[in-house]
């Protein structure tokens, strides 16, 4: 089946130690999302791709990188992790811009504790 | 700006019993979409339900509706006959429908329990 796999599901990494967190997508779509969701809180845009397109939004912490190599794959890099930064990190995807009726596809997200 | 607010933290509905959740809006944008998403305690987004702002028609996906009325700015969802297995959180969003790659805008989240 078509879908979008995050990994890992839980990561646990130290105060101020760099952390990558993958998501793969096999539905060939156009677009890749980042969102954080912290305890009990509603899912905050990070950033997304469109294609190779990087679109940042305007108050996400320059801790938060993206890198996209390929259609498939999407990566967030966090630089040095606070404790604030501990969340559930949500990859989505959706197809081209035309669709925009077209819902976004959630990976089961990663849950990112930090010691 | 978009915004989302969902005034239920908590419900508790007896199963079998129809519950809505309620969602209003607030946008700028003269197109909008409209989501509903089901998070159970694993964390996965599960997309209920769409409805775009210039639909004549609310929206129905099995048991799921949308009471769309737009001069209220209001989308609740209606989830009929409930089960067990809708015990969860549930999102509304929404995002503009300008042809662009905009993320979703997400309100706070409604917490749904059944009871047996």
């Not at chain 1, 305890?39 to 294609?51: G, N, T, V």
């Not at chain 1, 040095?80 to 959630?106: E, R, V």
Request: contains cysteine; charged residues 15%; aromatic residues 12%.
């Amino acid at each position: 089946d078509a879908m979008v796999i995050q990994n890992p599901r839980y990561q646990v990494t130290q105060f101020g130690k760099p952390v990558t967190l993958s998501c793969s997508q096999t539905l060939n779509h156009n677009v890749m999302y980042w969102y954080q969701q912290k305890s009990s809180q509603a899912p905050k845009l990070l950033f997304h791709y469109y294609d190779k397109d990087f679109n940042n939004e305007a108050d996400t912490p320059d801790n938060f990188q993206s890198r996209r190599p390929n259609t498939s794959f999407c990566f967030l890099d966090i630089r040095s992790p606070g404790l604030g930064d501990a969340a559930m990190y949500l990859c989505a995807t959706a197809p081209s811009l035309a669709q925009s009726n077209q819902p976004q596809h959630f990976g089961d997200g990663t849950r990112l504790s930090i010691l | 700006a978009q915004k989302i607010t969902q005034t239920q933290p908590g419900m508790f509905v007896q199963e079998k019993e129809a519950v809505t959740l309620d969602c209003t809006y607030d946008t700028s944008d003269p197109s909008y979409g409209l989501f509903w998403y089901k998070q159970p305690s694993s964390g996965e987004m599960i997309f209920l339900i769409y409805q775009g702002s210039y639909d004549q028609q609310n929206a129905t996906e099995g048991r799921y509706s949308l009471n769309f009325q737009k001069a209220r700015k209001s989308a609740n969802l209606v989830i009929s006959a409930s089960q067990l297995g809708d015990s969860a959180m549930y999102f509304c969003a929404m995002r503009p429908d300008d042809g662009g790659a905009d993320g979703l805008t997400f309100g706070k989240g409604t917490h749904l329990i059944i009871q047996p």
